[in-house]
């Protein structure tokens, strides 16, 4: 569901048979392919492997694909935001290990820090609106500000002629999941969703549709994550503006481009976070460090135990399996003479 691909593409012709005649009299050549025989069924392997042009246009299906707010972040010329300029890593109060302390980040794959999760995820949000194509791609009604505003506020008429700064988009990230009560995990599943929706639609973030088209991600992200998921009708009491009705149709037209594919790998989970990881890098965007505590050294040196002790064991087995013949006992070579 969702994949671009179908394992049916179409249906293979029917072999008329009469009520006498047997299955196993009906074969195919040996030498006959797949082209003579009319058979267009897609082998699962490949679809498993896909082709080079996929694995571009899809980095959110892909784990191997370079994410795009990375590609976008990397643009030659780019101007940091300057909201990030007081994270400057080589500011005289950035913490460095000595030897009797040792700082720590505890932001971990498994673990994310909600609040800097979604400052790097509104950094990627606001690189992919500065470093957007030149035409824009397609607009959706579903998307469009002045349509469906979110407010009753007046819309500008150049609402969508000023890019936001990254202050603005880290408000508007963080009202959402602060009043929802989201993970941080929630956080990177939106920006898979986001850019699936750019991938799939051939489409672009913009000053005029990019909060909609946010928190369409945050909806959908929140269901599929939160055991205990936000009902539409709770936006719209975060959002005061917004009818029920409206954020209906969001999520259904939201699934319809996506082509109900919400599944998020582990493997793709991962890449997202370890490339958010790196655009915060290269943006001076310092995960928090706190100092090691005795308790956390202690739970450290316990879990290294385990794993050490684990793989003793693994190559205990494998030095079993490849015993040479140095080693054996018990036997006795004896020449052999000959006659």
Not at 16 to 45: K, V
Not at 72 to 84: A, D, F, H, I, V
Not at 253 to 278: C, G, H, M, T, W
């Amino acid at each position: 569901m969702g994949s671009t691909t179908s394992c049916c593409a179409s249906t293979s012709p029917k072999v008329r048979r009469n009520a006498h005649s047997r299955l196993d009299r009906y074969q195919l050549e040996p030498d006959l392919n797949r082209d003579e025989t009319g058979c267009s069924l897609q082998h699962i392997s490949d679809r498993e492997n896909g082709d080079e042009l996929n694995l571009q246009l899809n980095p959110s299906d892909h784990p191997q694909a370079t994410t795009l707010f990375l590609s976008k972040s990397q643009t030659e010329e780019t101007e940091k935001p300057q909201s990030l300029c007081k994270n400057n890593p080589f500011s005289p109060g950035r913490k460095s290990s000595s030897c009797s302390t040792i700082f720590l980040d505890e932001n971990t794959v498994s673990h994310p820090s909600l609040k800097y999760t979604i400052k790097c995820v509104a950094l990627a949000i606001y690189y992919h609106i500065k470093n957007r194509d030149a035409d824009g791609g397609a607009l959706l009604d579903i998307f469009d500000e002045r349509r469906h505003p979110l407010s009753n506020s007046e819309v500008p008429l150049d609402y969508d002629q000023h890019d936001p700064e990254h202050k603005q988009i880290y408000r508007f990230v963080r009202t959402l999941f602060s009043s929802a009560q989201l993970t941080a995990e929630c956080a990177i599943v939106t920006l898979v969703y986001l850019e699936r929706l750019l991938a799939y639609a051939d489409m672009d973030l913009r000053p005029g549709n990019w909060k909609r088209m946010v928190l369409g991600a945050v909806l959908l992200a929140s269901k599929v994550w939160d055991d205990q998921a936000v009902w539409n009708v709770d936006y719209c009491h975060i959002l005061k503006d917004v009818t029920v009705d409206d954020m209906n149709e969001l999520e259904r037209q939201f699934l319809e481009l996506l082509q109900f594919n919400i599944n998020v790998p582990s493997s793709v989970y991962a890449k997202y976070y370890f490339d958010l990881r790196s655009l915060s890098e290269s943006n001076h965007l310092n995960f928090p460090l706190v100092p090691l505590s005795r308790d956390k050294a202690q739970k450290l040196e316990a879990i290294s135990r385990l794993c050490d002790d684990k793989y003793k064991d693994v190559r205990r087995a494998a030095r079993k399996r490849s015993a040479s013949m140095d080693h054996l006992s018990g036997t006795r070579w004896v020449p052999a003479i000959l006659s």
